[in-house]
C-alpha cells in the first residue's frame, strides 16, 4: 500500500507514488499548487494526496486541460491491436487460473463484476483475460 496515496500499487508504482509527492513536497514553497489531470487519478487518490500536500500548505488545483495533450505536437497515433495472451515465462501463471483466481474473490466478496478504471488493472484484466 502506498504510504502517500494509501492505495494499493505495485512496489514499482509506489516508488513512483513516493518520489512525485516528494519532489513536490521538497520543491515547492508553502502554499504552492500541484495542479492535477482529474482524468488521470481516481477521487480517493486526489482526495489523500490533498491531504498530505496540505500538511505543507500546499494545494490540489485540478487543471481543466491536460497541459501533456497541449504541447506535444508530433504525438504518434494511438494503435489499436487486439488484446494477447502473454506468454508464462513473463506472467507467472496462466490465463485461466488468473481467471479462477478473480471469479473466486468475485464470489468470495459477493461481487457481480469488476470495475476497471486504471492502468495497472487494465492491465491485470488484460493478464487474466
Not at 13 to 37: P, R
Not at 41 to 64: C, M, N
Request: hydrophobic share 40%; proline share 5%; aromatic share 4%.
Amino acid at each position: 500500500m502506498c504510504k502517500v496515496c494509501g492505495i494499493h500499487v505495485g512496489d514499482n508504482l509506489q516508488k513512483i507514488c513516493l518520489s512525485m509527492v516528494t519532489l513536490c513536497l521538497q520543491n515547492l514553497q508553502k502554499g504552492g499548487n500541484v495542479g492535477i489531470d482529474p482524468c488521470c487519478i481516481s477521487v480517493d487518490t486526489a482526495h489523500r494526496w490533498e491531504q498530505a500536500f496540505s500538511k505543507y500548505g500546499q494545494r490540489l488545483v485540478p487543471l481543466k486541460e491536460n497541459l501533456v495533450d497541449k504541447i506535444w505536437e508530433s504525438r504518434p497515433p494511438h494503435i489499436v491491436a487486439p488484446v494477447c495472451i502473454q506468454p508464462l515465462e513473463f506472467t507467472g501463471r496462466s490465463a485461466k487460473e488468473k481467471i479462477s483466481d478473480l471469479r473466486e474473490k468475485l464470489c468470495q466478496e459477493k461481487a457481480n463484476a469488476i470495475v476497471v478504471t486504471t492502468l495497472d488493472e487494465v492491465i491485470l484484466v488484460g493478464w487474466v483475460h
